[in-house]
């Protein structure tokens, strides 16, 4: 199996530049979350989605940020425009049950400068 | 806001030794989850125990759970250079919350 697939790895911006951030969970998994991982505030959950529906994104930040989730097998989470601030590790994961282990993906590294 | 919280922040060991890291929670629970981040990789999912379960065992792993003190133990039995990583705990009430995690460094 794939697993959950990520892209960009890493990614590297200036301020005020628009960021893309994609995912493709696991075939089959009905349920996407996306995290965010930083030092300070340690994994917060910014959104998740049920059979490609938001169901909560109470812990996005601001209004520049957005996501998406078009079909099953791909997300992507939008920062426009980004900030030093927005500077952390953003995971993608998937499952098939809201409660139950979810299936990381590796990662994506972002910078903003 | 973070659920759970680890004990101890950090953890260092000498292979072949136990290490336990304890996680405490404040609200009500359905189940807590364990999970293990190597450095620079994501989240690998190791255990997971319900809210009506005491005791849980996966190989070297060992997890307690005590609802009436709201706290969790993960014990790794044996331990070994490939145990160093990160271990969060994560809550699920409505929505799975992760703690800060146990830097767990475990020296061959």
């Known amino acids: 199996d794939a697993g959950v697939i990520q892209s960009p790895r890493h990614e590297v911006t200036e301020m005020g530049q628009e960021v893309t951030l994609r995912c493709k969970p696991i075939s089959g998994h009905d349920y996407l979350f996306w995290y965010r991982q930083t030092m300070m505030r340690g994994l917060e959950l910014l959104i998740y989605?049920?059979?490609?529906?938001?169901?909560?994104d109470s812990g996005m930040p601001e209004d520049r940020f957005s996501a998406k989730m078009p079909n099953a097998s791909f997300s992507t989470l939008k920062i426009q425009p980004s900030e030093p601030r927005d500077s952390a590790v953003y995971f993608c994961?998937?499952?098939?049950?809201?409660?139950?282990?979810?299936?990381f993906g590796e990662g994506s590294r972002l910078t903003v400068l | 806001s973070q659920q759970g919280e680890e004990d101890p922040q950090a953890l260092s060991i000498q292979e072949g030794e136990n290490a336990t890291m304890n996680c405490s929670y404040k609200?009500?629970?359905?189940?807590l989850q364990w999970y293990r981040q190597n450095s620079g990789r994501g989240l690998v999912h190791l255990i997971l125990?319900?809210?009506?379960?005491r005791e849980k065992h996966s190989g070297r792993l060992r997890v307690t759970l005590d609802t009436s003190k709201k706290s969790s133990s993960l014990l790794i039995t044996a331990s070994r250079a490939a145990d160093t990583a990160s271990y969060f705990c994560?809550?699920?009430?409505?929505?799975?919350?992760f703690g800060a995690g146990t830097i767990l460094r475990v020296k061959s």
């Open positions: 994560a809550t699920y009430g409505n929505k799975l919350v």
């Open positions: 989605f049920n059979n490609n529906v938001p169901i909560d």
């Open positions: 994961a998937s499952t098939t049950s809201e409660a139950g282990e979810l299936f």
């Open positions: 609200t009500s629970i359905n189940n």
């Open positions: 125990i319900r809210s009506n379960e």
